[in-house]
């Protein structure tokens, strides 16, 4: 039986035994139904994991380990930035970016957005997007879990272009061909909300220095934009 991987951000791998987030306890012990001795790859969602055995600790869990702290499959440099969409389609975009190998995820909201977070309703969506993608990150054997940053304004959204070696604005209409849009690294793809770029927003973005990038396809929902954006920005870049 495969060891089970088991989430603990920002815990400190190198020490022995490693104590066990009531978390990572809960889901090691009441959702997987492991006991002592059971084996076990525990990730610090940044990078790196520990192999070990589940032993008890203090009246709760921890790692014995049994090999040395080794970096795991980690992120590639590509960011997606992504106009808030409406309903539960965000959960399925984080997951999906988390499984492809994303970097980072940057929240942003557009004129054409449904949807409208700040204050505490756009922390609480934050933590359970953060839950979303730590339990894709350890489905697809990733060590660490991509950041998530937002929700930023256009304008700040636009500024981003200047930490990365090339920006992409995915739009139906006069872009280029994403095999032949500029791909230095790290690479930034920007996937609009239902409605798409207001025509401000994609004026700015071009005068931020971001290309404009077309697809063959027919129009496609901004659900399916995003992974396709991901899949093709690492394809150029040559992770895929």
Known sequence: MNAARLPAPGVDLTVAPIPLPPAAAHHAVDVLRLGEGAAV?????????????????????????????????????????YGLPKGDKLDRVVRMATELGVARVVLVQMARCVTRLDGGKADKRLDRL???????????????????????TVAQAVALRDTHGAGWCLHPDDGVPWQAALAGEPLAVWVGPEGGFAPEELAAARAGGWQTVSLATPVLRTETAAPIAVALGLARLGWA
Do not use: K, M, Y
């Not at 993608?133 to 930023?152: F, H, I, N, Y």
């Open 130 to 152: 953060e839950r979303v993608a730590t339990e894709a990150a350890r489905q697809s054997l990733r060590a660490d879990v991509p950041e998530l940053v937002g929700p930023l």
């Open 41 to 81: 790859i525990l990730f610090d969602g940044a990078g790196s994991e520990r192999a070990g055995t589940l032993v008890p600790l203090d009246g709760g869990w921890a790692v014995a380990p049994t090999g040395p702290v080794l970096a795991g499959r980690g992120a590639a440099p590509l960011t997606l930035v």
